[in-house]
């Protein structure tokens, strides 16, 4: 009998646990992980943070030695819960094109609380995390487009990888590990109305709740609990009741292909991924001819339609919808020449020239750019000088992207810009740890992430 597509992902889960982790993944875990602790140190110090870590003790009392961004350790649920709502905080951990979710929070997030809280070799929390993105991306392409209009796919797709993760770190089998995915895809949800509601500032317990969910699923399936085997494809699974569009071989096709953890986008800005070809293309227009911001006539953006519907801030109101504002982002850019955490964290959402800026932008959406989401991102900025000038640069992909990767040592620069609060030592020691990841002959050693990684205190 022909194996469905979730009884295939499972035996492609095991497969890659047996085979070898080749050097091109082994550095794009690396990074992964690098990238992770980045958002994560970013946000540790915010009021937000201080909210997630309160949240995660009252939901999982009792301190332990489980490290925590920016707080004391928690045991492994609590800090899964409080690191998966901080490294979401700043919109600067890792996305994916075709996917639409935030792959690493729900992957390395219980990895990691797992591994410092148990035994684990470096190999298998390497396996953890790739199963993770394995599992998340391939879900998240298979619901598609008019899935992620309505929720967030991090929340639905995330909590069957957080299972995919957690069961693997856990040591489950082929059978524990396909019930812990059909467990953890019965609580997936995450409504895109939280931002219709301006909620934005409790966006970041979608991957908490993943994360919480999927750690949950694979203690159940450890302890023998059944979950749905045909927990996408079945007659009532994900792909129908949650509006699945994408394609559903996503699921099993393409095994041969390197892990999908090599196709995610490390984010260049610190703002929702749908506002990066925008920015990108402004960047260029910046490089290329540095106009003043006083000599701008007008900005013209079109863009996909697809974005409006996940940043459609038109002017912020608070500090949380800075990140879901094109108009603020772009305003930003074009008077201070950069977009930092600076800008994001402390606003003056009311300073002349930054609304003086703002009017000055038309925001439109083309239906020709929304038939090329989400394989591409277009967008095309064109700037119209007073002088009567005009340029125009169109991007479809975003800095970040397979096809445009950091460097190992521009993401080492990324990770002080967005982290200003690390001193030296601290990022040497992320950096060295993250690096382990490369080197194969460690993959039987102790790997257990150590409190000082995460700015942990008390």
């Known amino acids: 009998m022909t194996p469905n597509p979730e009884e295939t992902l499972v035996a492609h889960l095991g497969h890659l646990r047996q085979a070898p982790i080749s050097s091109r993944t082994r550095e794009r875990l690396a990074q992964a992980l690098l990238d992770w602790f980045t958002a994560g140190w970013s946000a540790a110090a915010t009021p937000a943070a201080q909210r997630y870590r309160i949240t995660a003790q009252d939901c999982f009392p009792g301190w332990d030695t489980v490290p925590v961004f920016g707080g004391p350790g928690m045991n492994a649920n609590g800090a899964a819960f409080a690191n998966a709502a901080i490294a979401h905080v700043r919109e600067i951990d890792d996305a994916h094109r075709a996917a639409m979710l935030h792959p690493g929070v729900v992957s390395v997030t219980p990895t990691l609380a797992l591994a410092a809280s148990g035994a684990m070799t470096q190999r298998q929390v390497a396996d953890a995390i790739i199963a993770g993105y394995e599992v ?20 639905t797709a995330g909590a069957v990888g957080a299972a995919a993760s957690s069961a693997t770190a856990l040591g489950l089998d082929a059978q524990a590990l396909h019930h812990a995915l059909g467990l953890g895809a019965t609580q997936a949800a995450g409504l895109w109305q939280m931002v219709d509601d301006d909620a934005h500032e409790a966006k970041s317990l979608h991957p908490a709740f993943a ?18 085997r045909r927990f996408a494809t079945g007659t009532r699974g994900l792909y129908r009741l949650l509006g699945g569009d994408g394609p559903l071989d996503a699921l099993d096709g393409d095994l041969d292909a390197p892990e999908r953890l090599n196709t995610a986008t490390i984010k260049a800005w610190p703002c929702c991924a749908q506002l990066f070809t925008p920015l990108d293309a402004t960047q260029e227009l910046l490089d290329t001819h540095a106009p003043a911001p006083e000599d701008i006539e007008s900005v013209d953006v079109e863009i996909f339609t697809h974005a409006l519907k996940i940043a459609g801030v038109d002017w912020p109101a608070k500090p949380a919808e800075t990140c879901f504002s094109l108009r603020y982002v772009v305003s930003c850019l074009l008077r201070d020449g950069k977009l930092g955490i600076e800008q994001m964290e402390s606003p003056d959402l009311q300073a002349p020239e930054l609304l003086a800026l703002a009017r000055r932008i038309t925001v439109r959406t083309s239906d020709a750019f929304q038939a090329e989401f989400p394989r591409l991102r277009p967008c095309r900025v064109t700037l119209t000088l007073k002088d009567g000038r005009q340029w125009s640069v169109l991007r479809k992909l975003r800095r970040g992207d397979p096809e445009d990767p950091y460097t190992w040592q521009a993401l080492q620069a990324r990770m002080r810009a967005f982290a200003p609060a690390m001193n030296d030592d601290a990022a040497a020691a992320i950096v060295a740890w993250c690096e382990r990841f490369t080197d194969a002959s460690q993959d039987g050693q102790a790997c257990a992430p150590t409190p000082d990684l995460f700015g942990a205190q008390g």
């Open 211 to 228: 994360v919480r969910n999927g750690m949950a699923a694979a203690y159940a399936a450890r302890a023998g609990l059944p979950g749905a």
């Open 136 to 155: 998340s991306l391939r879900l998240g392409e298979a619901l598609g487009t008019r899935h992620a209009a309505g929720f967030h796919a991090t929340a």
